[in-house]
């Protein structure tokens, strides 16, 4: 079953625009990652978030995490075309790093 | 540094038929794991390593096999091909917990056609 669920399915918006993604989960966790799949491409790590931050950044990437409410949201920024790509949520389920359950993406498509 | 390389990119294969999916890794990145990524499926687990000589089941293991002799390869062995079996397989590579960086680092898929 997957851990991760993302919220919406799939995104459009003009370039220039912020982009939010959600991602909610079922069980604790040690940590949770987001990362970036471009078409027929192996998945990018973005930004890694422990379950004792409540937020993080990475250049124009704005990772939150509620833990009460077992919810992460991703914000892309002042989004680019090359944003283009689908977006994946994954969580560690408490077992460490050792295996990630992926939940099934957000489509982001970034009209020039 | 090459990274995570994973070979073919691309096979056919006939139902009954069996094949090994390669990969390997040159970053001496403990865990590895193997997961197959299907239209609206997002990805899901289906072995997975913490070390040579160590290896465990994850969510759908069925009609595969793994093996990690080394530390830096990790290929998965598909039994006996089957139709459901058709799907891109992306091998994945990191350091354990502990270490600082967590992130996975993926290799470039291999995608599976069974007919």
């Known amino acids: 079953s997957q851990q991760g669920e993302e919220d919406p399915q799939a995104l459009s918006i003009q370039e220039g625009e912020n982009a939010t993604m959600n991602c909610s989960y079922k069980t604790s966790i040690n940590n949770l990652q987001w990362y970036r799949q471009n078409s027929g491409r192996g998945l990018v790590h973005l930004i890694l978030i422990r379950s004792n931050e409540r937020e993080k950044h990475s250049g124009r990437l704005r990772v939150t995490l509620d833990t009460s409410k077992k919810s992460s949201s991703l914000l892309i920024t002042a989004s680019r075309a090359a944003d283009t790509a689908s977006y994946f949520c994954a969580t560690d389920g408490n077992f460490g790093n050792e295996k990630l359950t992926f939940g099934t993406g957000t489509r982001l498509t970034i009209i020039p | 540094n090459a990274g995570v390389t994973q070979t073919p990119k691309f096979q056919v294969l006939k139902t009954g038929q069996s094949m090994t999916l390669q990969c390997a890794q040159d970053m001496n990145h403990e865990y590895m794991s193997w997961y197959r990524q299907d239209p609206g499926m997002g990805l899901r687990l289906i072995h997975y390593?913490?070390?040579?000589?160590?290896?465990d089941q994850g969510e759908v293991p069925n009609g595969y096999n793994v093996s990690r002799s080394t530390t830096e390869d990790f290929p998965l062995r598909l039994l006996s091909a089957a139709p459901s079996q058709t799907s891109v397989y992306f091998c994945?590579?990191?350091?354990?917990?502990?270490?600082?960086?967590?992130?996975?680092?993926f290799g470039s898929g291999t995608r599976l056609t069974v007919v």
């Open positions: 390593s913490v070390g040579a000589g160590i290896t």
């Open positions: 994945a590579s990191s350091y354990r917990q502990g270490k600082g960086r967590y992130g996975y680092t």
